[in-house]
């Protein structure tokens, strides 16, 4: 029973690859007959996807237009004729690979611009830009493009002032904690910081613009983020200090310094850097100093 269940399986895979072939040419012979005599004329299309805001002269350099011989009623009226016709020139839309370029595809630089709002692409988030000074946002190293961790100011004053005091001979020689830093996000995307955004894959700056923006030093940074984080970002009235990710940070939770301080960092023989310890860079822990047994 297994043996002729075998067979007419295979009898099922032979017929229905012949079907396929013959339909193949059929199609290909229908094809054939319909450009029968056919008028063929040159024009140049797309070989590959060719991106909104890609230049004209590296989508020909690249090979991603090119010449060939297409039948005449396919080739529109408004077909370019002459590559001279998109050089210095960007694309205003994709064009997906096989589309015979027309007028109007390529465009000056100055009339492909893209909105801002087209540069948010999470139908959820919003832009929202915070005022920062230098100091507070990597001396003014930030760009377009960069990922930061965002810090915000907790005065404990108030709170120290109405909580039960605190007893010196229990605290040792302790400190109170006035102010705190804390996390308020992590790993928050830069779209643009002052009139510098980021650019979409494919759009390039004009040499201008590269010029003007390269002297510029903005306080105003401009984020990507959900409307409720938006929410939070805004209640702290700019009063932010921001660090700087690098390409493989990975986001996990930072617990909030504690309000009593009995013992530094750099007075601990385990976290003598900021690179001992489980904050650190998960090396081993920084052997004890001299003497310590």
């Not at 230049?55 to 237009?65: E, F, S, T």
């Not at 064009?95 to 948010?120: E, K, Y």
């Not at 959900?226 to 390409?247: E, G, M, V």
């Amino acid at each position: 029973m297994s043996s002729r269940r075998t067979v007419i399986l295979l009898v099922a895979i032979v017929v229905g690859a012949l079907a396929a072939f013959l339909l193949f040419n059929y199609v290909r012979g229908i094809e054939d007959r319909a450009n029968e005599g056919a008028q063929r004329v040159q024009a140049f299309a797309a070989t590959n996807e060719i991106l909104r805001g890609t230049p004209g002269d590296d989508a020909l350099a690249n090979g991603d237009i090119e010449e060939k011989g297409i039948p005449q009623d396919f080739r529109p009226d408004t077909a370019i004729t002459s590559t001279d016709e998109i050089k210095q020139k960007v694309a205003l839309f994709d064009i997906a690979p096989g589309t015979v370029i027309v007028q109007d595809m390529f465009v000056d630089q100055s009339a492909a611009q893209i909105s801002f709002r087209q540069r948010l692409k999470n139908k959820n988030h919003v832009a929202i830009t915070i005022n920062v000074d230098p100091t507070r946002a990597v001396g003014g190293f930030l760009v377009a493009g960069d990922t930061i961790n965002m810090m915000v100011f907790e005065d404990r004053t108030q709170a120290q002032a109405e909580g039960a005091p605190v007893d010196p001979a229990a605290a040792g020689s302790a400190a109170l904690l006035k102010t705190a830093a804390r996390v308020l996000y992590q790993d928050v995307q830069i779209v643009a910081v002052g009139e510098n955004v980021l650019l979409e894959p494919g759009e390039s700056a004009t040499a201008e613009e590269d010029t003007s923006r390269s002297t510029q030093s903005s306080s105003l940074i401009t984020l990507n983020v959900p409307a409720k984080a938006a929410q939070w970002i805004a209640s702290f009235d700019n009063n932010f200090y921001l660090t700087l990710l690098p390409k493989d940070y990975e986001p996990k939770a930072i617990e909030p310094l504690p309000e009593i301080i009995t013992t530094l960092p750099g007075e601990d023989p385990a976290l003598l850097t900021p690179y001992c310890g489980p904050d650190g860079d998960g090396s081993d822990p920084c052997p004890p100093v001299a003497g310590d047994s």
